[in-house]
């Protein structure tokens, strides 16, 4: 492996791992896809150009990846989040209404658009930055610190309402 690719690998497979994860959520199939996403660069390198950020190409390449990966086992990626599990011990009925609240706001998750879907899972979930998403999800990085603060809004409004 090139020393780049072994920099580009130590900097960046964890967050294309999250990214992946919001793709599909299921952690083996984001792994097998990670490892995969670093032997397609490895393969393209000399083809990269430097026009975006080194993260925001590795995504390009996962992205695709994915999109093929669903077209030949005919999955579907799912923005369900697996919720906490409470010590239910102390206060079952607060463990079941925590449980509820979680399974609700997966469900508000899933129903968002898919980048708005992505920008609060890898957010929320990945830790990515607001520039990091903004080159990702092609928005400024102002816009997806907006779009983000207002999808959380909008989120614990509906959570509020049910």
């Known amino acids: 492996m090139s020393g780049d690719m072994k920099r580009y690998y130590e900097e960046n497979s964890r967050k294309v791992f999250l990214y992946l994860m919001t793709l599909c959520n299921d952690p083996d199939i984001a792994e097998e896809?990670?490892?995969?996403?670093?032997?397609?660069?490895?393969?393209?390198?000399?083809?990269?150009?430097?026009?975006?950020?080194?993260?925001?190409?590795l995504c390009g390449i996962a992205r695709n990846l994915w999109l093929r990966e669903k077209r030949s086992r005919g999955r579907h990626p799912s923005a369900e989040l697996p919720p906490d599990t409470p010590d239910t011990s102390a206060a079952p009925d607060r463990a079941a209404e925590e449980h509820d609240e979680a399974q609700r706001l997966?469900?508000?998750?899933?129903?968002?658009?898919?980048?708005?879907?992505?920008?609060?899972?890898?957010?929320?979930?990945?830790?990515?930055?607001?520039?990091?998403?903004?080159?990702?999800?092609?928005?400024?990085?102002?816009?997806?610190?907006?779009?983000?603060?207002?999808?959380?809004?909008?989120?614990?409004?509906?959570l509020e309402k049910e």
């Open 33 to 57: 896809l990670t490892q995969d996403t670093f032997y397609q660069a490895l393969l393209s390198l000399r083809k990269y150009k430097g026009e975006s950020s080194v993260f925001t190409w």
């Open 106 to 158: 997966a469900a508000l998750i899933d129903a968002l658009p898919e980048r708005e879907r992505q920008l609060v899972l890898l957010r929320s979930q990945g830790g990515l930055s607001f520039r990091e998403l903004g080159e990702l999800l092609g928005w400024s990085e102002n816009g997806a610190r907006v779009t983000y603060c207002r999808l959380r809004q909008r989120l614990k409004t509906e």
